[in-house]
């Protein structure tokens, strides 16, 4: 099978309902990405799928074969990812970090979907959990990152 990952396409011999969060970490070394809970609750495992903030726990490698997917390893090469880092660092946001790869690809879906998010938009897209309760700061930055 044939993943795009990041712009680079990668060969994998692979069950086609593997998920693709264990092709990323496992098959291909990319462990930016984090297993959390493993049934699509806690959104660690977020990458993005043609654009969309997906979990990757629970998608199978053959649903994603034709699509762009974008990992936190490529964050910085995107613009506006570009500007999320720089507003996580600004804000200081991690705390054990675990969760905070899945959480920039999420607030990356989201100011590509809307560069100019509402408070509610913030709270309806960033979902995940964070152990830490990051959630302010999260916050402070996807609205830094925005006006930037
Ligand atoms: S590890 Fe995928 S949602 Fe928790
Ligand atoms: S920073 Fe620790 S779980 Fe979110």
């Known amino acids: 099978m044939e993943l795009t990952i990041n712009g680079t ?4 011999d692979i069950e086609p309902d593997t998920p ?3 092709v ?4 291909l070394g990319m462990t930016g990405t984090k297993y959390g809970c493993g049934l699509a609750q806690c959104g660690a495992c977020t990458v ?3 654009g969309q903030a997906t979990r990757s726990c629970v998608t199978s490698v053959e649903s994603v074969a034709r699509s762009e997917i974008m990992t936190i390893e490529a964050i910085t090469e995107d613009t506006v990812g570009q500007k999320l880092v720089e507003a996580w ?3 200081q946001v991690p705390q054990c970090g675990y969760c905070q790869s899945g959480q920039v690809m999420a607030a990356t879906a ?5 560069p100019q998010p509402t408070d509610e938009d ?3 897209a ?3 959990l964070c152990r830490c309760g990051t959630y302010n700061a999260i916050a402070a930055a996807v609205r830094q990152a925005a006006e930037a």
Not at 24 to 27: A, F, N, V
Not at 110 to 114: A, P
Request: no cysteine; proline share 0%.
């Open 48 to 50: 993005l799928v043609d």
């Open 89 to 91: 660092v600004s804000n």
């Open 24 to 27: 990323l970490r496992d098959e």
């Open 126 to 128: 960033m979902v995940n």
């Open 122 to 124: 913030i709270a309806a």
């Open 9 to 12: 396409k990668h060969e994998v």
């Open 20 to 22: 693709l969060l264990w």
């Open 110 to 114: 989201l100011l590509k979907q809307s």
